[in-house]
């Protein structure tokens, strides 16, 4: 592209990047030369526009995965390409050595819309919740003087992939075969003010010990599961009467995702720490650790990102957040939300011996298949697949629905139809 073209209006953009026909894919050297850590659905993704993906032989899917809550604004968005093509044609990395003015407005804009007060920038989930983890330790031994701060997360919850992060994660399956774990971790189930009370208890009977209680605002990978509104006020209370911190995992929910910015508030309540990343670049990597002033104790030195920051994902992030940010945008993601989970529920009716629940907020939704029945999530996504319609499970029994946030009234009455059909086939 020349760059005169970066003042054309944007609609005439877009078609210069979409390739014009799609080529066949051949397995068999993808698999010899790519480490096998990804149980893959036998699918290559060749293009995408909108809500819609088209495989290499040419068929189209409705994308209800978005990359796993992440493309915000779904595949090609005019405001996407114009974004990546300034940014990429101006700048796109110098290193922290410097002030990168795209990191700054980023900021701004994620200040000027939460809680947080401070902003640092790194590529992923489990590296802003790596900083999480490091920020809530500093504080607790320089501000609180505890010697052997423990962070209590929750049971099913997940917060990543490195070796901290799985450790955080309440779910031994990741765990497995990686000890030694990082220590300082322990584990209370999620929406259980009581048991909450007694872990706490327990580990502050001779003093402060616990640096920080690290949750989800709704469990996403760990089963689509809503925070509780009373449990999480009660959290907050037990934080403040202690100074205890209290991290919200927002990896997943944040960004519009629910139908509010931010996950938290759905909740009524307002964390001292959260993290983003997820749909915070619409696709492109980024993640971002926030924190109020009153925990704001990282200095010089204390921690680093090569990437982080980098002018090409704040300018992208930016125009994400821009669009996220105007006027209407998240009353369009509360209505699709609701439009979707009462289609669900009719669907959950219909199939009511199979179906146990619909459950989600804005435009993460969950449709929980029965115990008691053969049918795994995965069986179902497959089928779904044969529809034309992509899912994602969220554990054995969830099949998840997170299509990027510009989805239409008509694309989620076709999710519906498709999910249906495949529910007709496997229930046949
Ligand atoms: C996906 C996810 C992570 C990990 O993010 P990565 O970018 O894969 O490292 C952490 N927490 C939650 C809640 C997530 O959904």
Known sequence: MSPQALDAPQAAIAPEFIPPTASPFDRGPFDEAVMTTYGRFPLAIDRGEGCTVWDTDGRDYLDFVAGIATCTLGHAHPTMVEAVTRQIQKLHHVSNLYYIPEQGALA???????????VFFCNSGAEANEGAIKLARKHAHTVRGIADPVILTAHASFHGRTLATITATG?????????????GFEYVPYNDTAALEAAIAALEADGPRVAAILLEALQGEGGVRPGDRAYFQRVRE???????????????VGMGRTGTLWGYENLGIEPDVFTSAKGLGGGIPIGALLCKAHCNVFEPGDHASTYGGNPFACGVA?????????PGFLDQVRDRGDQLRAGLREVANTYGDWIEEVRGWGLINGLVLKESVALTSVE????????????????????????PLIVTPEEVDRAIAAIRHALDQMTA
């Open 108 to 118: 701004a804009w994620l200040v000027a819309h939460s809680c947080a007060d401070r």
């Open 171 to 183: 779910q031994p399956k990741y765990q497995k075969n990686f000890s030694p774990l990082v220590p």
């Open 238 to 252: 037990i934080c403040d009467e202690r100074g205890i911190l209290l991290i919200l995992d927002e990896v997943q």
């Open 318 to 326: 930016l125009a994400v957040c821009e669009a996220v940010g105007a």
């Open 380 to 403: 179902l996504v497959k089928a779904a697949m044969g529809a034309g319609l992509l899912l994602v499970p969220a554990g054995p029994k969830v099949v998840r629905f997170v299509p």
